[in-house]
């Protein structure tokens, strides 16, 4: 927990799900009195609530509560925006992470924070820091962008692990034999960038050896294919960047 600002006070959650969930223990452990997660038909007493619902039931969900002096909605959504929480004073955490179904430790990750006033804005600050996570403010035009580079750097990747464990897999190696290898690029990316961690026969400028990896595809995988031929022409862009 940050030791800048203390707890908030009473914070009702409504949002049982993963998230809502793994945000109320760690709020209560950081000493944060939390009432709930509330299902959607829950009544929040707090001046203080918390949406931890689907995207597409937000705007529903804020509109049932009543508008009164001094309380503030907020959501966990990373691609919305805080119109659909008017007419209340609205704020947003979003953790920069995933929560399996056994819970998150948020200690360390980033959390996007917005707010329509300083007051709430400080609000989602001290949320995110009283649970361990490192607050970055994104403004509303910024969050389509912020969340596809997150939707890319997650969703994405374990689309391209998938066609590397099927490859892999019709040559006798299993999925876990390649962790390592994209343990190790993920590190070295965090350290120093794409440009400078990129590795292979693309950055090598070896286009005997693509030949044959997009022929083993072809072969393998064909419904790969594109998505290999795509990924060669942006990494052949990332390696001239690189000055490769």
Not at 122 to 148: I, K, W
Request: with cysteine.
């Amino acid at each position: 927990m940050s030791t800048s600002s203390p707890p908030p006070g009473p914070l009702a959650l409504v949002g049982p799900g993963r998230m809502g969930r793994a945000l109320a223990a760690a709020l209560t452990a950081a000493g944060v009195e939390v009432e709930g997660p509330l299902g959607r038909g829950g009544v929040p007493t707090a001046d203080v609530v918390l949406l931890c619902v689907p995207d597409a039931a937000i705007a529903e969900v804020a509109a049932g509560l009543p508008v009164r002096p001094g309380r503030l909605v907020g959501h966990v959504s990373g691609a919305t925006t805080l119109a659909p929480l008017a007419p209340h004073e609205a704020f947003s955490v979003h953790p920069l992470m995933t929560v399996p179904t056994g819970g998150a430790t948020f200690t360390g990750a980033t959390a996007a924070v917005a707010g329509t006033t300083s007051r709430a804005l400080a609000l989602a600050t001290t949320l995110a820091e009283a649970v361990g996570l490192l607050p970055v403010t994104v403004a509303d035009e910024d969050r389509a962008a912020y969340h596809a580079s997150a939707s890319v750097a997650s969703n994405f990747l374990l689309t391209l692990l998938d066609g590397a464990e099927r490859l892999a897999a019709s040559a006798g190696v299993p999925r876990e034999r390649l962790a390592p290898l994209v343990r190790a690029t993920v590190e070295n990316w965090e350290r120093t960038g794409s440009a400078e961690t990129l590795t292979g026969p693309v950055a090598r400028g070896d286009a005997e050896t693509v030949a044959r990896q997009r022929a083993a595809v072809t072969e393998r995988t064909p419904e790969e294919l594109p998505l290999y031929d795509v990924m060669v022409e942006r990494t052949t862009a990332l390696a001239r960047r690189g000055g490769r």
